[in-house]
């Protein structure tokens, strides 16, 4: 495996992970574009871990807090209530992974249907920016949201499993639409993406066997490599989107899937 490679993937896991564009989707696209080869489960799972790292850092003060919230429900019972809610909500995502997960990479991991799905949820985001522009007073703090917009998320999350959707572009479509503000949708959208991503690397890295590793063309400098390109461009990920989100709402990452729908459906 060239490092060409590997510096490509790390660099579309670290971006596409959080940017409102699908990162399954550019991991599916990049292959036929560029003629790779199968990357493998143990890269696949180190970049995964290059992603939650970047996140643990960059939210660490809130992840901390919502830590201590689950087992302290005395010191703070607003941050109590957000970290079980969040725990709660990741539950849809973790169950359709673990029992269709399968069946999504046989069956759903194809150019046509990535391209549709990008188009198909580039309408959803604007109607709803377009709905949180009409909204005088959005909600600002996360520990006021109710279990049930909670939930509501959590499973709008569970569909973000289809390549073509973006976990971060539904996940923050559904706060908008549960009266989020745009910032506080984005970063509701890392904190609950936190569990989700920490399970798909694990279950990466569980389903990796050192009898498979024969097969594997990188070595450990190459996994190296690609966790800290990862975990670096996952950290400007996490800073441009909130800015960009907080300045002109989600219409260029909207702008850019639909040209990318296009092109991918026109070419394939």
């Given at each position: 495996m060239e490092f060409f490679q590997i510096i490509l993937l790390s660099i579309i896991q670290g971006l596409t992970e959080f940017l409102p564009i699908s990162s399954s989707g550019h991991?599916?696209?990049?292959?036929?574009?560029?003629?790779?080869?199968?990357?493998?489960?143990?890269?696949?799972?180190?970049?995964?871990?290059?992603?939650?790292?970047?996140?643990?850092?960059?939210?660490?003060?809130?992840?901390?807090?919502?830590?201590?919230g689950l087992i302290d429900r005395q010191g703070s019972p607003e941050t109590h209530h957000l970290a079980w809610c969040i725990l709660i909500a990741s539950i849809p995502a973790g169950l359709i992974g673990l029992f269709g997960g399968e069946w999504i990479e046989a069956n759903l991991r194809n150019p046509t249907f990535v391209g549709f799905n990008l188009f198909f949820w580039s309408l959803i985001f604007i109607a709803a920016?377009?709905?949180?522009?009409?909204?005088?007073?959005?909600?600002?703090?996360?520990?006021?949201?109710?279990?049930?917009?909670?939930?509501?998320?959590?499973?709008?999350?569970?569909?973000?499993?289809?390549?073509?959707?973006?976990?971060?572009?539904i996940t923050i479509a559904a706060g908008l639409f549960n009266n989020l503000s745009h910032t506080s949708a984005t970063r509701f959208s890392f904190l609950l993406g936190t569990p989700i991503i920490f399970a798909a690397g694990m279950h990466k890295l569980v389903q990796f066997s050192p009898q498979s590793s024969a097969e594997q063309t990188y070595s450990n400098l190459h996994l190296v490599i690609g966790l800290g390109i990862s975990f670096l461009v996952g950290l400007l990920a996490i800073r441009l989107l909130l800015k960009i989100v907080e300045k002109v709402g989600l219409l260029p990452f909207i702008i850019y899937r639909i040209l990318l729908a296009g092109g991918i459906l026109l070419y394939y």
């Open positions: 991991l599916i696209l990049a292959p036929l574009i560029f003629n790779f080869e199968d990357q493998g489960l143990a890269l696949d799972a180190i970049l995964h871990l290059g992603t939650l790292l970047a996140i643990i850092i960059f939210f660490r003060k809130e992840l901390a807090d919502l830590a201590k920016d377009r709905y949180s522009s009409k909204n005088k007073n959005p909600l600002m703090e996360l520990n006021r949201l109710s279990l049930r917009q909670i939930l509501l998320i959590g499973c709008a999350q569970a569909i973000a499993l289809l390549p073509g959707t973006s976990r971060s572009g």
